[in-house]
Structure formats: C-alpha cells, structure tokens
C-alpha cells in the first residue's frame, strides 16, 4: 500500500468529511486505479469535476495513479480561464436543459415558471439516461445518482429550500439574464400557446371571465393560465431568486 496527496478546491469540498476539507490529505492507495475511481470513491461525484492535475500536469479520468502522487481537482469555475488546461468536464448544451429526480419537485415548477426545460422523473435510472441520452444536466439530491457512469452533466443541488434551490441554480449556470418567464408549462413542462378568450369561456369562472381576456393554454395537459392574482406574486419571487443569485456570485 502506498499513499496519495489531495487536494479539492471550492465547493468540491461540500462532499467530503469534515477533516478533509480547505486542505491537502493523505489518502492510502491499495492498488493502481483511475483517477475517476479514486475522487468518486472519497465521495465526490464526476460531473461536478472540470480540472484534475496530477503533479502538475493536467489529466483525464482514465488516468492511472500508481501512488505517491499529489493530485489537485478543480469544480469548474466561471471566473477562471482554463483553456489551456485538459477538461475533464465540459459545458452543457446550450441553451441548457435539466432533468430533476422527483424529489425536486418544486425546483421543477420554479425553473419552468422562469421559462427552463425542466423534465422530472421518478426513477434515477430514467435520471441518468435522459441526462445522457438528450444532453440534459441532471439535478439532484442523490450523489449516489451523480456517480452513474452515463451522467456526464450534473449537479448536486446543496439547499434544501426550493427557492434557495432555484437561486443556486440560477447563479450556477449563469441563467439570470436568459429568464423567459411564463412562457412554460409549470405542471408538464410544455411551451404555452395563446388561446382565444371566448375558446375557453366555459371553463372559467365568471370573475374570470370578466376581468380578464388574454390566456395561454397547454397543448400537453390542457391547463388553462392567465395573469390572476397568483401574477404578482409570481413576479416578485422570480425577482428575489434574481437578486440572490447576482448577490452570491
């Protein structure tokens, strides 16, 4: 058995044992494996990693480490030109799409309402294959799910509140200024399309009808949206997602 030097920057941290973390360890290497083996195994998922130099020098995750190496590994940084370094990691499509396990139900909702393709799916396997399959970054609580060999965009979600969820993302991804509000279906996912008042009359209560006389309708389940009194609301929490993102940055 021989040893490693490591060391995890920023907020690759989040996923390590407290002794580890803001600092280099020492970390026991049984026998040669792949950098990919080693970082998952101390617990950070793969497609939170961009950058990962070994002595210096930049690798991929096939890498092999031998033992008594120092291994330096980089989350991906807006502010930081690495263009000249090997990446690991790379950028999503654009413009980005997201699929959510079902227990960010809520950050769904919140980032169709700013106009986002979001899909939710129960099962992480369906998860990791539509990340996969369509380009999509998977966002999750799950960590285990992030270490899937398929998912090459991902994102483990640290707040537990969804509107603090929903900020994270906003400032993560860089999407403040592509919010496209009320465009999207909040409960399917699905673009809106302008229907005609008198189409939808009879599904509408009377006040409704009378006070109001612009509304989109959902091809995919046929739900029915105007700017209620819901509308302001709405607004205001797209607002403070929008001033907490551009605060933490």
């Not at 263009?83 to 396990?101: C, H, N, Q, T």
């Not at 900020?167 to 999207?184: G, N, S, Y």
């Not at 009377?206 to 509308?231: K, L, M, N, V």
Request: proline share 6%; charged share 30%.
């Amino acid at each position: 058995m021989t040893e490693l030097s490591f060391r995890f920057y920023a907020q690759l941290n989040d996923f390590l044992p407290a002794r580890y973390r803001g600092g280099r360890f020492r970390h026991p290497l049984h026998a040669p494996s792949s950098v990919k083996d080693v970082i998952e195994a101390l617990g950070v998922p793969h497609p939170e990693v961009d950058v990962v130099l070994v002595n210096g020098e930049a690798v991929d995750f096939t890498h092999r480490l031998q033992g008594r190496e120092a291994v330096a590994v980089y989350p991906a940084f807006r502010a930081i030109d690495v263009g000249g370094l090997r990446r690991v990691g790379s950028d999503p499509p654009s413009p980005v799409r997201f699929v959510l396990d079902v227990h960010l139900r809520k950050l769904a909702s919140l980032l169709r309402l700013a106009g986002f393709d979001a899909l939710l799916r129960t099962e992480d396997a369906d998860v990791a294959s539509v990340s996969a399959d369509e380009g999509r970054v998977a966002l999750t609580r799950d960590v285990g799910l992030l270490k899937r060999s398929v998912v090459r965009h991902g994102y483990w979600v640290r707040h537990t509140d969804p509107e603090r969820q929903f900020a994270e993302i906003l400032e993560r991804f860089d999407l403040v200024d592509r919010m496209t509000p009320f465009v999207r279906c909040t409960r399917c996912n699905t673009p809106l399309v302008p229907v005609d008042a008198d189409a939808v009359a009879e599904r509408l209560l009377p006040d409704t009808r009378a006070c109001f006389r612009e509304f989109h309708q959902c091809p995919g389940c046929d739900r029915i949206y105007w700017r209620g009194s819901h509308y302001d609301r709405l607004v205001r929490l797209l607002e403070r997602a929008r001033h907490s993102s551009i605060a933490s940055r």
